[in-house]
């Protein structure tokens, strides 16, 4: 087994940067945060090794806040297309969710380090959280494949929700060219009608990928924090701990969410 066993319900998470996280008690993250080595720009988090991989994928996304949907999705395509690193990327500015206020990117970040921990092959990159400007997937995937080198195929890991709209995306043709697209199936949306959406050229050019059983989005995690009501099972503790220390997605009075 490549994963570690995630840690028991009251034990400490001690992340790969040696700081640790109390799931009780006071918690040792303040802001502004502190970043690491392992979690920061592309060119940073290199290695002499990882700068040999040959097949990567990259699952970028808003993560307000991360859950079990993503884990299950980036596992299952690791170990269907035998990938050796699955790189999460939260976005900075995303230009695509205007509907609501963006939780602060530095507490997505987080949540998304704290979710990944346990899984060796998950890393977590700050490239669009350094990058000024909106986060263009576009830029993204540049910067990528100059950063790992000509040898590495990357894949490009979003939901079927995402992929209907990709003709809104800047350069959507040229995204396409960048990357090998696996479109992550989503109750209530349906991917037999995605070259009729975007056309038979780009359709072609993006693999579906079944996963069933995980019908879990951010909107309804936040929604339930709202409502008072518990997370527990679809999303992992470190990250409903880190919500309820932070009193993200709150009432709209301000009152601390009402989490279990």
Not at 138 to 162: K, M, N, S, V, Y
Not at 169 to 198: Q, T
Not at 219 to 229: E, I, M, P, Q, Y
Request: proline content about 7%; glycine content about 8%; hydrophobic content about 35%.
């Amino acid at each position: 087994m490549r994963t570690q066993r995630p840690p028991r319900d009251r034990e400490p998470l001690t992340l790969r940067d040696g700081r640790r996280w109390s799931r009780s008690g006071e918690r040792s993250y303040q802001r502004p945060l502190e970043t690491c080595a392992k979690y920061v720009r592309i060119p940073l988090m290199l290695s002499s090794n990882t700068t040999q991989l040959t097949r990567v994928a990259i699952m970028g996304g808003t993560f307000d806040p991360i859950h079990y949907g993503h884990l299950a999705a980036a596992e299952e395509v690791a170990e269907h297309y035998d990938l050796e690193q699955v790189i999460f990327i939260p976005s900075a500015q995303p230009p695509h969710k205007k509907d609501y206020p963006v939780t602060p990117a530095e507490d997505r970040y987080l949540m998304t380090v704290l979710a990944t921990n346990s899984n060796a092959r998950f890393t977590v990159s700050r490239l669009e959280l350094d990058r000024p400007g909106p986060s263009y997937t576009i830029d993204t995937l540049r910067e990528l494949h100059r950063a790992l080198g000509p040898q590495c195929e990357l894949f490009f890991i979003t939901g079927a929700d995402a992929v209907l709209e990709i003709v809104t995306w800047r350069e959507a043709e040229a995204v396409l060219n960048e990357a090998r697209f696996l479109a992550v199936h989503r109750p209530g949306y349906d991917l037999s009608k995605l070259a009729a959406m975007i056309g038979e050229d780009k359709a072609a050019r993006i693999e579906p990928f079944g996963l069933r059983g995980l019908d879990i989005s951010s909107t309804d995690l936040r929604a339930r924090v709202g409502a008072g009501r518990s997370l527990r099972y679809l999303t992992p503790d470190a990250v409903i701990d880190y919500i309820r220390g932070h009193g993200l997605y709150g009432h709209p009075d301000g009152q601390k969410p009402g989490l279990r």
